[in-house]
């Protein structure tokens, strides 16, 4: 059992009673006790008391309280995970996702080039191997990921990792860090879908802006004159990149089997953020009938 005390508990008057307060001079509150469930009472929770009523009672007794309804105001922030193949269009849902739920967004990359910027000590470490032409050890990016989490909106907002991890052993160090995804989200795209949609792509060098030769074309020809391609924006390269996506995506696939779910990713951007919007919204329907379970 855990025990809340009068000082820990915030009160409030009934919704459905609202002239009625929930305690009054003659109210007595030694202890509430409520059957421990980190999905029903943690330490972020506040408790709203929707009816209160005591009894007085012979001096020979304790006051008595009794709680006809009690609810957590606020629930465990979400912790999702998004992984998708190159153009498989996770960057366009990360925002609408971020944008509903208010999740911190966290992609490695973004944060690598910030700690890099801000010259921290795991940033300084990271630049060390990059102006050797090294690959930026596991173990210093598995460690800027962990902080980023850890940082308090991460804990109070709750937190969606774009495109990480990408190996076991990154799934592995973060799973060992306490750091396990409520959904996995997993966008599919047919390969020859992303082949097209890499190959297609262009970026003008003055606004920044990507464009796809199908899909987004450029507004005037102007623009058309002046854009550019990647140089891996080809169709042997990213089917290389392709590959070593897979390779490594599966084993990471492995680590989340309990919460993964697969998403159609090769329709519309709408189409496509509907199917997690679903998911989502069945994950917080889910956690609240589980509340309501407890409290009943």
């Given at each position: 059992?855990?025990?809340?005390?009068?000082?820990?508990?915030?009160?409030?008057?009934?919704?459905?009673?609202?002239?009625?307060?929930?305690?009054?001079?003659?109210?007595?509150?030694?202890?509430?006790?409520?059957?421990?469930?980190?999905?029903?009472?943690?330490?972020?929770?506040?408790?709203?008391?929707?009816?209160?009523?005591?009894?007085?009672?012979?001096?020979?007794?304790?006051?008595?309280?009794?709680?006809?309804?009690?609810?957590?105001?606020?629930?465990?922030?979400?912790?999702?995970?998004?992984?998708?193949?190159?153009?498989?269009?996770?960057?366009?849902?990360?925002?609408?996702?971020?944008?509903?739920?208010?999740?911190?967004?966290?992609?490695?990359?973004?944060?690598?080039?910030?700690?890099?910027?801000?010259?921290?000590?795991?940033?300084?470490?990271?630049?060390?191997?990059?102006?050797?032409?090294?690959?930026v050890p596991d173990e210093i990016?598995?460690?800027?990921?962990?902080?980023?989490?850890?940082?308090?909106?991460?804990?109070?907002?709750?937190?969606?990792?774009?495109?990480?991890?990408?190996s076991l052993s990154q799934a592995?160090?973060?799973?060992?860090?306490?750091?396990?995804?409520?959904?996995?989200?997993?966008?599919?795209?047919?390969?020859?879908?992303?082949?097209?949609?890499?190959?297609?792509?262009?970026?003008?060098?003055?606004?920044?802006?990507?464009?796809?030769?199908?899909?987004?074309?450029?507004?005037?020809?102007?623009?058309?004159?002046?854009?550019?391609?990647?140089?891996?924006?080809?169709?042997?390269?990213?089917?290389?990149?392709?590959?070593?996506?897979?390779?490594?995506?599966?084993?990471?696939?492995?680590?989340?089997?309990?919460?993964?779910?697969?998403?159609?990713?090769?329709?519309?951007?709408?189409?496509?953020?509907?199917?997690?919007?679903?998911?989502?919204?069945?994950?917080?329907?889910?956690?609240?009938?589980?509340?309501?379970?407890?409290?009943?």
């Open positions: 059992m855990a025990s809340l005390n009068s000082s820990s508990v915030s009160f409030l008057n009934s919704p459905s009673l609202p002239n009625k307060p929930l305690l009054t001079a003659n109210s007595s509150l030694n202890q509430l006790s409520f059957p421990k469930s980190s999905s029903l009472i943690n330490s972020n929770d506040s408790l709203t008391l929707f009816h209160v009523r005591s009894s007085r009672a012979s001096s020979s007794r304790s006051p008595k309280v009794l709680v006809v309804a009690a609810a957590a105001n606020k629930s465990e922030p979400l912790k999702i995970m998004i992984s998708g193949a190159p153009a498989s269009g996770k960057g366009t849902q990360c925002e609408l996702i971020k944008k509903k739920y208010d999740l911190v967004h966290i992609a490695a990359g973004d944060l690598l080039r910030t700690e890099i910027a801000s010259g921290s000590d795991n940033g300084k470490r990271a630049k060390e191997h990059m102006d050797i032409g090294q690959l990016v598995v460690m800027m990921v962990k902080e980023r989490l850890m940082q308090p909106d991460s804990q109070d907002k709750g937190w969606l990792l774009d495109g990480y991890p990408r592995t160090k973060l799973q060992g860090y306490g750091f396990h995804p409520d959904l996995f989200i997993l966008l599919e795209v047919p390969e020859e879908i992303l082949v097209e949609r890499v190959v297609g792509r262009r970026l003008d060098p003055v606004t920044g802006k990507i464009y796809h030769l199908k899909y987004s074309p450029p507004e005037t020809e102007e623009i058309a004159a002046r854009l550019t391609q990647r140089f891996d924006d080809t169709e042997e390269k990213v089917k290389l990149r392709l590959h070593t996506h897979h390779q490594n995506v599966a084993s990471v696939l492995a680590m989340f089997e309990d919460t993964i779910i697969k998403v159609d990713g090769s329709v519309s951007k709408e189409a496509v953020f509907a199917q997690i919007d679903s998911a989502l919204t069945k994950l917080l329907e889910q956690r609240a009938e589980k509340i309501g379970s407890a409290i009943a």
